[in-house]
Nanobody
């Protein structure tokens, strides 16, 4: 069974950088797109970034374009989210998600496997 484990979250000052990782265990890592979502308490979980199965195409929500970069290393079974120029509004729990489909969509229902989340806090 595929499992996702996030790491690398923490506290950072506004303007700083952080890289979070998602380690994928199981034999089917390359089966579909991967994505990062985030959720603040009391708010809905929202799409942040996604990458296709082969890593050739990436997608971002408007608020992080130009600041965040998603990448995947299929050989290492890991997905990364490099976050630069962080803002206090980026504070949230970040979740890694795996899809059975090639394309990374923004819809939660397209992702059937989720990690436990990692907290990212950006201080002003």
């Amino acid at each position: 069974q595929v499992q996702l484990v996030e790491s690398g979250g923490g506290l950072v000052q506004a303007g700083g950088s952080l890289r979070i990782s998602c380690a994928v265990s199981g034999p089917t890592f390359s089966r579909g797109a991967m994505a990062w979502f985030r959720q603040d308490p009391g708010k809905e979980r929202e799409f942040v970034a996604g990458v296709t199965r082969n890593g050739d195409s990436t997608y971002y929500t408007d608020s992080v374009k130009g600041r965040f970069t998603i990448s995947r290393d299929n050989a290492e079974n890991t997905v990364y989210l490099q976050m630069n120029s962080l803002k206090p509004e980026d504070t949230a729990v970040y979740y890694c998600a795996a899809s059975k489909f090639f394309i990374a969509t923004t819809a939660l229902r397209a992702y059937d496997i989720w990690g436990q989340g990692t907290q990212v806090t950006v201080s002003s």
